[in-house]
């Protein structure tokens, strides 16, 4: 039924925004739900812009809590994991420890290890100051971890 709807839907339809509190698109929402199978769907769709953030600027990529997903939206041509608000998303889970989308960002194409956020925090920063033990083992054993970088206030 999902497919049938999507086939029809036009490209205002499939980024639609809800008008509830949070203001989520379909992508987002299947994200959060980890629904693989309709994520796949709206995926496919040619108008889709699978970069749209929440009224509190969250992607669909940040809404993410499963490997699986993030894998399934890292594939989109349209969603470049190094950009600012992608990054987001890596440094969430190095702070929370989720070593599943860790994983994805590290076997993703050209993803930048080192990256910071706006204060200059990494990855590897976030997951030593939160104590996530196997988050900080994994990127100490990625080759291209930078474990020297201060963030901008010189810590």
């Known amino acids: ?29 299947a994200a959060i ?4 199978e309709i994520l796949q ?35 989109h041509p349209k969603v470049n994991a190094n950009e600012k608000g992608k990054v987001r998303s890596f440094l969430f889970a190095c702070e929370e420890g989720n070593v599943g989308i ?12 080192n990256a910071q956020n706006e204060d200059g925090v990494s ?8 104590k996530q033990i196997a988050a900080v083992n994994k990127l100490l054993a990625h080759p291209q971890i930078n474990i020297n970088m201060q963030d901008n206030s010189g810590f």
Request: net charge negative; glycine share 6%; aromatic share 8%.
């Open 1 to 29: 039924a999902v497919k049938e709807i999507l086939l029809r839907a036009t490209a205002d339809d499939v980024n639609y925004q809800a008008t509830n509190e949070n203001q989520r698109t379909a992508l987002a929402k």
């Open 41 to 75: 769907e709206i995926l496919k769709h040619p108008g889709l812009d699978p970069n749209l953030p929440n009224k509190f600027k969250v992607l669909p990529l940040m809404s993410a809590f499963t490997g699986e997903i993030t894998k399934l939206l890292l594939a």
């Open 102 to 113: 860790i994983d994805v960002f590290l076997a993703h194409e050209g993803f930048n290890v």
């Open 123 to 130: 990855g590897f920063m976030f997951a030593v100051i939160n």
């Open 33 to 36: 739900l980890g629904n693989c």
